[in-house]
């Protein structure tokens, strides 16, 4: 199962219906947490997918399961444009060839649906409490999908003796290369 | 790009009572504001009692079947869900006339306007929608 920070139950319910039931779970959510919609609405995924792109939420994608479709929406995906401050920084090109780790600091949601093969995950916000399994000797490559929560990251990893760390830019969301899915 | 969509419902039949109702809730929860212009037959699906009884069109009446078993929402429900969701409800007020019909033979929470009412609403709305 993929991981969500919440369900909604749509199942039996036809258009526009889960679309309702989505925006008014939604609001319940904070920004950047994923929730999981269950649904059975043939049209739900292609309606889902629209109607996250119009309110400027991000759409993962979707799992079938039988008659069952789950689909994983990620709250507030217009992230806002930040100054980086994190300073040793590496461009996307050519990540996989450099030695060390590629560590991908969106939600395993996130992760599930697409990430380059290799990458670790360790969602942001499990980062503080999952320190112990990186190696500090080793250099890390923290991507995230634009650039900003991997920055967050990169910092809280310096601040945690780890000196061979850099932020990759700009992100997931630019990366054309080979994609590994665990769905 | 607009964040208005306006919608004419001119005809009165259960048909056009989802399609106009399934797009107003479709559009008011992608965070629109959504107007419904009522006129003609289309005053229909906000009477007090007629919304409770639309009609299929002739010969497709066995179409009852499919929208209970597709689980569809009946249409006072659709209605207080789009009045949930901050659609607005507007009644032609020369169609009220003619027909003889006031204010409280609606559902509550509608207004009543003029064409220009709802021209003004309409003029940077996209899209503008006629059912």
């Not at chain 1, 479709?69 to 994190?86: A, D, T």
């Not at chain 1, 780790?101 to 499990?126: N, T, W």
């Not at chain 1, 399994?133 to 809280?156: F, H, N, P």
């Not at chain 2, 992608?30 to 906000?46: A, H, P, R, W």
Request: one cysteine or more.
């Amino acid at each position: 199962m993929i991981q969500a920070n919440m369900q909604l139950d749509a199942k039996g319910l036809a258009c526009p219906m889960p679309i309702v039931k989505t925006k008014k779970a939604i609001t319940d959510l904070e920004e950047g947490q994923v929730l999981e919609v269950q649904a059975t609405d043939k049209g739900s995924k292609a309606d889902l997918a629209a109607w996250a792109s119009s309110v400027g939420n991000q759409y993962l994608g979707t799992v079938e399961d039988g008659d069952v479709l789950y689909h994983y929406i990620r709250k507030g995906s217009n992230e806002p444009e930040v100054e980086q401050s994190f300073e040793h920084t590496v461009s996307l090109d050519g990540i996989e060839s450099r030695d060390g780790l590629i560590l991908d600091v969106r939600e395993a949601a996130e992760y599930a649906f697409g990430h380059i093969d290799g990458a670790k995950s360790i969602p942001l916000g499990e980062l503080d409490s999952r320190l112990l399994e990186l190696d500090k000797e080793q250099e890390v490559y923290v991507i995230c999908r634009t650039g900003k929560r991997s920055d967050l990251a990169a910092q809280l990893l310096a601040n945690n003796g780890f000196t061979k760390v850099y932020n990759v830019l700009p992100g997931m969301n630019a990366w054309n290369g080979n994609i590994k899915k665990d769905i | 790009m607009s964040k208005k969509v306006a919608i004419i419902a001119a005809n009165g039949g259960m048909f056009d009572a989802y399609k106009v109702f399934n797009i107003a809730t479709a559009a008011a929860a992608s965070d629109k504001e959504v107007q419904i212009f009522f006129t003609f037959e289309g005053l229909n699906l906000i009477h007090k009692q007629a919304m409770h009884g639309l009609e299929m069109p002739a010969g497709k009446e066995h179409f009852a079947e499919g929208f209970e078993k597709a689980n569809v929402p009946a249409i006072p429900q659709l209605v207080e869900m789009a009045q949930e969701l901050g659609v607005t409800f507007i009644a032609c007020q020369m169609t009220m006339d003619v027909m003889g019909l006031t204010k409280e033979d609606f559902i509550d929470g509608i207004e009543v306007g003029g064409a220009v009412t709802f021209l003004e609403y309409a003029k940077d709305a996209a899209p503008t929608l006629t059912f």
